[in-house]
Structures are given as structure tokens and as C-alpha cells.
């Protein structure tokens, strides 16, 4: 059995559909009127142990509510979930000990507190001994910089200072599951990149395994060899996005800047080539587009050498974006 095990789980919210208005106000206190959101929208899928898996998907798909079932603050409507072979909204209380939780978006510290209090109130919860509390603390200091925050109270942080307080709380027992929800949200780009390298020697010295939700496409490309893509409830893809790009993002370009002036049907002339695409940059470059599968990018910049006097060529490969994109606007893959 894998670690993580999802098995056509559904989950749709009730909520209250308010009428506009003075007079709509009125009449919902007397006639209340329901209506269904179908956030996820019967998905399966598995994670084994050690995995770190990419969850991506536009905004409302269905993420963080898949990751609430999954950490055991929602109850599906339908459907199975095991953590580690428990039920997480069934036996919360032996879950929670498992697993680590990052909310991006919300903080999981008390308000009032300074955070090195909320940190041992963690530690006494967790039952984490004071010579490892200890430990976690300096790594955590080296990583996301936190000594400096210690004493400060959780309201008073900025949001990448409480991101990161919040990652530290989330791992300090050393959870063998780690859920991440946005968890490089507001960060500067040397934080984030130490929170990387952080994420991925966990996994590979403790064998951690995790999800990771992110509308940061390089964070996935870092980090995770398998992703899921969710989208209005519904899995459409799963799979390493790398091999995807190679598949699915089939155009080239390239950019070529020239000593004279860009004359397009001159150019094509000399090339000889079918099938590319030109397009003008500005009066000394030009993009030529192809389809890898049909021209190699070797045979083009060849003729380019032999007929035109570049100045620079640069090929551009697609990205990770362009690949997604394609793949959110197919459904499916
Ligand atoms: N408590 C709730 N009550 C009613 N509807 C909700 C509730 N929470 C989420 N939804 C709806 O469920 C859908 C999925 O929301 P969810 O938060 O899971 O999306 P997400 O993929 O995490 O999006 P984002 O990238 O913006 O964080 C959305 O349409 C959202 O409006
Ligand atoms: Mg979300």
C-alpha cells in the first residue's frame, strides 16, 4: 500500500446563497436558499514514501481542499483517504503527530504570542526533547534565518518572516509527511531558494514525503519528479512535467540578431527551408519558430551560418509554463 492513498474522493461545500440588497437581506433571514460547490470533484491518486509531489492548478481547482482532507481538518463527501494508514479526519488526534502542515496563505501560530513561546508550546505538544528542540532550532536559524525572530510576537512579523516561523513550526517534531501548501508565498528569492535546498535534503536524509502546492512552476521543476494537475476538481494530469515538456511543447525558437537590416522574404529565400515561421523582433533580429519533431534546430542554425552573417543566436526552449498552460487548456493528458 502506498503512504498516501486518495480513492474517488469528492468534496462539495453547502453554502448560502445571499440575495442582494436591503430587501434580499430580509428575505434571508425567513427563506434560506443553498447552493453546491464541487471543489474536488472525485479524484484518485497514491504517494509513496519518500515521493515529494508537485500539486499544482489555477486558483480554485480544488488544492487546498484536497490538502485539508488529507491533514484531516475537512471530512470528504465522498470517497477514501489513509495517511500512513489512518484515516485523517477519522483519527486525528494520532495523525497530526505524523504529519507537518504549511498554509501558505494563513498561519498556524497563535496571533499573541512571541514566537519562541509558540515554538515550546509545539515542542511540549509534539513531545519533542529539549536536546532536539534545540537542534531543530539552529538548523532552522541556519536555513530560514529565524534566531532574529524568536522573541517577536506572530502579529508583529512580515509576511515572509512569519512564512518562515511557520515553516520551522511545521517540521519541528520531524514529521515523516509533510504537507505544503504555498509555502514560498511573499519570500524573498535567497530565502526561497534556502527553503528549496531545505525541502529537498530533508527528503533525501529522512526519506520525507511530500506535497507541494505552488503557483511557483520552478519550485515544481526543482523539486518534484511526479506532479498532479488538478483543475476545477478534476485530475488532468499525472505525471513528470519534465517528459511532458518533451512531448507536449513541440515548438522551437530561434533568435537570431543580425549586422543588417532584417529583410524577412529575403531570408526565407536564402534558407530554403518549409514549414518555419519569421517573425521580426526589431530592425537587426528576428525569431524563426519550428516544430522540433519535423526540423532539428541543427539543420537551421547550419543554413543560418551558411547564408546569413549573425551576430548571436540564442535557442529558447520552451518552459515549464508553456507546458502547463497547454496542458490547462487541453483538459487532459
Ligand atoms: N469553506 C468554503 N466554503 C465554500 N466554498 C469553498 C470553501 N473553501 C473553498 N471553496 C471553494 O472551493 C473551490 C476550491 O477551493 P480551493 O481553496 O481548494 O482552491 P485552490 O486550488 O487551493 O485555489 P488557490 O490556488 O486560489 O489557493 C473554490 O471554488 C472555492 O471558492
Ligand atoms: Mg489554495
Known amino acids: ?19 442582494e440588497g436591503l430587501k434580499g437581506a430580509f428575505i434571508n433571514l425567513f427563506r434560506r436558499e443553498y447552493e453546491f460547490v464541487q471543489a474536488v470533484d472525485n479524484i484518485n491518486f497514491h504517494v509513496e514514501q519518500g515521493e515529494i509531489l508537485g500539486y499544482i492548478g489555477p486558483n480554485g481547482a480544488g488544492k487546498s481542499t484536497t490538502i485539508k482532507i488529507l491533514t484531516g481538518i475537512l471530512t470528504p463527501t465522498d470517497g477514501k483517504v489513509t495517511v500512513n494508514g489512518l484515516v485523517p479526519y477519522k483519527q486525528r488526534q494520532q495523525h497530526v503527530k505524523n504529519i507537518g502542515v504549511v498554509f501558505g496563505q494563513r498561519t498556524q501560530l497563535w496571533w499573541d504570542i512571541a514566537v519562541i513561546e509558540a515554538f515550546t508550546l509545539l515542542r511540549d505538544i509534539y513531545e519533542v526533547s529539549k536536546t532536539d528542540f534545540q537542534e531543530q532550532l539552529k538548523k532552522f536559524d541556519e536555513v530560514l534565518g529565524i534566531g532574529p525572530l524568536l522573541h517577536i510576537p506572530v502579529r508583529k512579523l512580515s509576511l515572509g518572516q512569519r512564512v518562515r516561523c511557520d515553516i520551522a513550526a511545521s517540521l519541528l517534531h520531524n514529521p515523516p509527511v509533510v504537507f ?4 514560498t508565498i511573499g519570500l524573498d528569492v535567497a530565502v526561497k531558494s534556502n527553503i528549496r535546498e531545505f525541502i529537498k535534503e530533508m527528503n533525501a536524509s529522512l526519506g520525507t514525503t511530500m506535497i507541494l502546492t505552488t503557483h511557483d512552476l520552478s519550485d515544481i521543476e526543482y523539486l518534484c519528479q511526479r506532479s498532479l494537475i488538478i483543475d476545477q476538481g478534476k485530475i488532468i494530469f499525472d505525471g513528470d512535467l519534465q517528459k511532458a515538456k518533451d512531448e507536449l511543447a513541440r515548438e522551437r525558437k530561434i533568435q537570431v540578431d543580425l549586422y543588417e537590416r532584417v529583410d524577412i522574404d529575403g531570408i526565407r529565400e536564402q534558407l530554403k527551408i518549409a514549414k518555419l515561421e519569421f517573425t521580426r523582433r526589431n530592425d537587426y533580429s528576428l525569431t524563426i519558430s519550428f516544430d522540433k519533431d519535423e526540423i532539428s534546430a541543427i539543420d537551421i542554425i547550419q543554413k543560418i551560418l551558411d547564408h546569413l552573417h549573425p551576430r548571436d543566436i540564442k535557442i529558447e526552449e520552451p518552459t515549464i509554463e508553456t507546458v502547463v498552460k497547454e496542458i490547462y487548456q487541453k483538459k487532459s493528458f
Not at 2 to 11: D, S
Open 1 to 19: 500500500m502506498a503512504l498516501i492513498e486518495v480513492q474517488n474522493l469528492t468534496k462539495s461545500y453547502k453554502t448560502f446563497k445571499r440575495k
Open 180 to 183: 505544503l501548501d504555498e509555502p
